[in-house]
């Protein structure tokens, strides 16, 4: 039987384009900024690490140093934590096949989250399969419509998801400015009396290195009756007695009711934490979407991040060397005539100029040089309008040699570029 007319389709609307792709194919275009780094061999993005050595890796055939990695405690080659990985493989298998809320959660998995929160010294721990699904499922989790989410503008993407899928309302301070964000508390305090209010922010935060002012915000959370949460992703592990972070590191542990944290990072795995009083993490776990639908961390990811926590609690020298570099490189960087901004963490961001081309060749001079680093120009909101940087990020495991060698590479392609030497920065 012939089909109805209504069903024969219109070759003209086949072939034609949808306009949703429209800016994929601007975005791909011969002239656009992707195709013309590429066609000059300067792409930074997406290169294939063909073998990891903690502060070495092997690209395109070539050893070069590794000073763009969260590797911090330089432990994702450290032969103990490897054979932990292989162990957890070989009694569980290699993935859960189901959400913690079903058939995922493992005695592993409750081993670490007791850890986690006696390591955190607070009640309780949830586990998440990746850190960016913490700070969305925890941020969805906690929050109702008619709250109020107070965001610095500088925070990670990751937050910044959390607050577009909670039905709460997001007012955004300016970052690092608290008289903003008084303002915007007593506005809701006059406007919405019956709002709950959430302030969060990055503990370190991932592009400047700077850390979060918690005592001031722990004095505004406290006088305007709202909860604090802490993205401490480049904070546990890195700062604060022990490594255990932001709030720590300022003595106001009982003062932050939330802090999250990733295991992509000085844990050496992948996955994420939020810590917190029990019945609060109660709650997220049974009210997170963002938990009860997703696979549960796999069990190597958990046993790596077991050991890690071992070997952070055994080797504390390696958090007293991690700042001793840090501080070496900052200063390094200084001297040779860089501008590093206001970093006070492993994070040291050089910035390098104002055109994306240019940083491309930056960082592509530093590679033939044998330093790898992470190229940040703004796209998506990672660094300011009209700014380039070169991310530099180190481990505890740096010898004084690579230090050296790194930054003399700099210094070279710096004087090369014209960034130092003759006043531009």
């Known amino acids: 039987m012939q089909r109805p007319d209504t069903l024969h389709a219109d070759a003209s609307m086949i072939t034609s384009e949808p306009s949703l792709f429209a800016k994929a194919r601007a975005f791909m275009a011969p002239g656009a900024l992707l195709a013309q780094a590429r066609s000059a061999d300067l792409y930074p993005y997406f290169r294939a690490i063909q073998r990891n050595k903690g502060t070495r890796a092997i690209i395109s055939g070539r050893e070069v140093i590794m000073a763009g990695s969260n590797n911090y405690l330089g432990l994702t080659s450290d032969e103990r934590v490897r054979e932990a990985a292989k162990q957890a493989i070989s009694q569980y298998g290699t993935g859960c096949t189901g959400s913690r809320f079903l058939n995922g959660t493992l005695d592993i998995h409750l081993e670490l989250e007791a850890r986690l929160a006696e390591f955190m010294d607070k009640e309780a721990c949830i586990l998440f399969s990746t850190g960016y699904m913490t700070n969305m499922g925890v941020i969805q989790g906690v929050t109702s419509k008619n709250d109020i989410i107070f965001s610095d503008k500088d925070n990670h993407a990751c937050i910044v998801a959390g607050t577009q899928v909670s039905p709460a309302d997001t007012w955004r301070y300016r970052h690092f400015d608290l008289v903003h964000l008084r303002r915007l508390l ?55 007695p022990g490594g255990r972070g932001s709030a720590a590191y300022f003595g106001l542990e009982d003062a ?19 810590v917190g009083d029990y019945d609060v993490i109660e709650y997220i776990r049974h009210m997170s979407p963002a938990h009860i639908f997703s696979a549960s961390m796999p069990p190597g990811n958990v046993a790596t991040v077991l050991k890690c926590l071992d070997i952070l609690n055994e080797e504390t020298w390696r958090l007293e060397r991690l700042w001793e570099i840090s501080s070496y490189m900052r200063d390094g960087f200084r001297d040779a005539g860089f501008n590093v901004w206001t ?27 044998g330093v790898f680093v992470n190229p940040v ?44 030497g003759n006043g531009m920065i």
């Open 186 to 240: 007593e506005k809701a305090e006059a406007e919405r009396p019956e709002s709950d209010r959430l302030i969060v922010t990055d503990g370190v935060f991932s592009m400047s290195g700077r850390i979060a002012p918690v005592p001031e915000l722990t004095n505004l959370a406290a006088e305007f009756d709202a909860v604090l949460m802490l993205d401490d992703a480049h904070a546990v592990g890195v700062i604060g």
């Open 256 to 274: 932050v009711q939330l802090t999250t944290g990733t295991f992509s990072k000085s844990f050496s795995s992948l996955g994420g934490f939020a």
């Open 343 to 369: 970093s006070e963490a492993p994070i040291i961001p050089v910035v390098v100029g104002n055109e994306m081309m240019s940083a491309f060749q930056f960082w592509t001079d530093l590679l033939d040089e």
């Open 377 to 420: 120009v703004p796209w998506r909101g990672a660094v300011p309008k009209g700014l380039a940087i070169m991310r530099t990020s180190y481990m505890a495991t740096h010898t004084d040699e690579d230090l050296d060698f790194i930054l003399e590479a700099f210094r070279r392609v710096g004087r090369r570029h014209g960034v130092v």
